[in-house]
């Protein structure tokens, strides 16, 4: 599926906005912030939010008519109608419990999707000065100095390995996930948070990505547009391309997404 030339211009958005959210975020990582729980008793703070009001406003100020899923603004119960068509995703700060523990492992998310796919999207790791990017047919990885840009590098997803480099989620390892890399003796584990473990996947670092349990469709979005984008895939656990969209249920029910296994090249 193509994109036009009026998406090449909302990817270059993105990774504006992306990366003026990291900017707003490494402020809050370097002067300290208190932790809140949300109703649904999972972290928050000062930096998720701020970032999160960069991209909206950003969205605003360039008059960008696409609906916007937003995790926090989601959480407070602005969910805007979707549909069938375009809508964005965006997850401004994931990996909240590795922002709080003080490692670098985590990113702003934002993804376009359309018609249930996501087509593009960026990730950008603020604390490792990494910007992933990607439109249909093409990844960039991309470093980023003095809050700049540089120069693109074209990454792709590897064939599996035997034994395969397995990356899971760090702080949601589950008994699932265990029995997971069980089956796969000898294998190479490395635990990482947010969806950097999509993007160690799109560069050929990594085979697998196990994720039993709830996740929330703008947690995985923009990483799957990275991954999609390399020549891997996440599915479920039936084999299916994971799919975007609201799916029933009320309010943040309705992104809800179940079990996935990601996979590089040849899936």
Known sequence: MGMMKDDAALLALFEELALAAGAAIMQHYEAGFEVEQKADDTP???????????????????GLGTPCVSEEAASGGVIPACGDG??????????????????????????????????AGVVYAPARDLLYSARPGAA??????????????????RPRRTP??????????????????????????????SSLK??????????????????????????DAVLRAAGGMAHTLDGAPLTYGPKGGEGLEAFASPSFVAEGAGW
């Open 44 to 62: 928050v703070t000062a930096a998720d939010r701020a970032a999160e009001r960069v991209i909206l406003d950003g969205f605003r100020n360039v």
């Open 86 to 119: 375009n809508f964005l995703l965006v997850d401004p700060l994931d990996g909240t419990r590795e922002f709080i523990a003080r490692r670098p492992d985590f990113t702003v998310n934002i993804g376009l999707i359309r018609n249930g796919e996501p087509v």
């Open 140 to 157: 960039f990885e991309i470093p980023v100095v003095g809050g700049k840009p540089q120069e693109r590098r074209t990454i792709r997803a």
């Open 164 to 193: 395969p480099a397995i990356v899971a989620s760090r702080s949601h390892c589950t008994d699932e996930t265990r029995a997971f890399i069980a089956r796969h003796p000898d294998a190479e584990t490395v635990s990482i948070g």
């Open 198 to 223: 999509f993007c160690m996947i799109a560069r050929g670092d990594a085979d697998l990505y196990p994720r039993f349990g709830r996740t929330m469709q703008w947690d995985t979005a923009a990483g």
